[in-house]
């Protein structure tokens, strides 16, 4: 027995099969228009221009090649269409695992990388196709922080040279630079008389100290930190993230803070994006994500955070499967191989982000369904 109508010309249509393609441009409609509202909220159109740094559908493909002569073979998608933005005097935390992307999209920011393709606007202007001419005066706004503070200092330079540097591209006198140097030691907890000794001489979070100073020395606006307190101890860690709050207050500071460490993150943040193979899976309030995660790959991080409660012991979601190499993604949601939520939706075509509410957005078209059923019940007074 056939399942369906003919037509006229003896054509038999599959009702079941006409259904699902329905239902898959319902879900393709819809997630078009999820993915305006959120470019509405995340880049603050309502006449918001508080805003330092807008990053749109933001693109970065490493070539792969092999053979004697070299020839391109596949891409790596190491950052695939990121989007979000930074407002004057916050900080956004970028989390996700080890080889997520996250250094590279900050890289791309201060044009160490050239995109691929997407925006780079800061304050208003798009600085992603400037020529280099043109990025030099602007290197004085933006600084980074990196994550090895013994590697990103000079070893045959002193300090006081190593924070000189920045000084002399803005052109101040000898006097007015040693002053300069001065000051900015003792913004950040060291004595100006330690000028004149070398990184080696320093602990590891005194060298960080050092490169903190090294990036405020140009007066900047917004400063890239790229596991800036990874690989101190934990004591260490907590000044450090102390004294960047604290210089954000005092400066009015934003930053763009790179991290694999929930609790960090969710310490120094005001908003927080949570990467995965070059795609932002969930974006929200610091408040909003920690209290209500939605995509399970957050879930599942912030699970692993070691909790105070129960002898510092929680009850944690074990994902399963490995992470999907970047070279050979596979269609549609990038997590699928790990997901516990996993259906065949999840596997046709790219997943758009859907918002939960009007400060949080997920990569997860599970979201509207969910938010159906709590509507049903709530009608239903169950």
Not at 5 to 16: L, M
Not at 234 to 260: R, T, W
């Amino acid at each position: 027995m056939e399942h369906g109508n003919k037509t006229q010309k003896g054509e038999t249509i599959d009702h079941e099969s006409t259904k699902g393609r329905k239902d898959e441009k319902k879900h393709s409609l819809f997630r078009v228009f999820q993915f305006s509202c959120f470019r509405d909220w995340i880049y603050g159109i309502q006449m918001n221009n508080n805003v330092m740094l807008k990053v749109e559908n933001l693109r970065k493909y490493f070539p792969v090649r092999r053979g004697f002569l070299q020839r391109v073979i596949g891409w790596v998608k190491a950052v695939d269409g990121v989007d979000f933005a930074i407002e004057q005097g916050k900080t956004l935390g970028l989390v996700g695992e080890s080889g997520c992307g996250k250094s590279t999209v900050g890289r791309l920011i201060l044009r160490l990388l050239e995109p691929d393709g997407g925006n780079i606007l800061y304050r208003g202007k798009d600085i992603s196709r400037l020529p280099l001419k043109e990025i030099k005066p602007l290197r004085k706004e933006m600084q980074i922080i990196f994550q090895d503070p013994f590697s990103s200092l000079n070893p045959r330079m002193t300090i006081g040279q190593s924070i000189e540097e920045g000084l002399r591209t803005i052109r101040l006198r000898h006097h007015e630079r040693q002053a300069r140097i001065s000051k900015l030691l003792q913004m950040v907890g060291i004595s100006p008389s330690a000028a004149d000794r070398y990184p080696h001489e320093f602990s590891g979070g005194q060298r960080q100290r050092v490169g903190i100073a090294r990036a405020l020395s140009v007066d900047p606006n917004l400063i890239i930190c790229d596991e800036p307190v990874s690989a101190l101890d934990v004591s260490i860690q907590a000044q450090i993230i102390n004294l960047l709050k604290e210089l954000q207050d005092m400066l009015g500071l934003s930053y763009l803070f790179i991290s694999h460490d929930m609790h960090v993150v969710g310490y120094i943040s005001d908003n927080v994006a949570v990467m995965y193979l070059g795609h932002i899976m969930e974006y929200a309030t610091t408040d909003e994500l920690f209290n209500k995660p939605t995509h399970p790959y957050t879930t599942a991080l912030l699970s692993a955070v070691p909790s105070v409660e129960n002898g510092g012991l929680q009850e944690g979601q074990v994902l399963k499967g490995d992470v999907p190499s970047p070279f050979n993604p596979p269609p549609g949601c990038k997590f699928q191989g790990r997901c516990p939520l996993v259906e065949d939706l999840c596997r046709k075509g790219e997943i758009a982000l859907y918002p939960v509410n009007t400060e949080h957005v997920v990569r997860c078209w599970k979201v509207t369904d969910k938010r159906d059923e709590q509507s049903r019940r709530s009608l239903a007074g169950e």
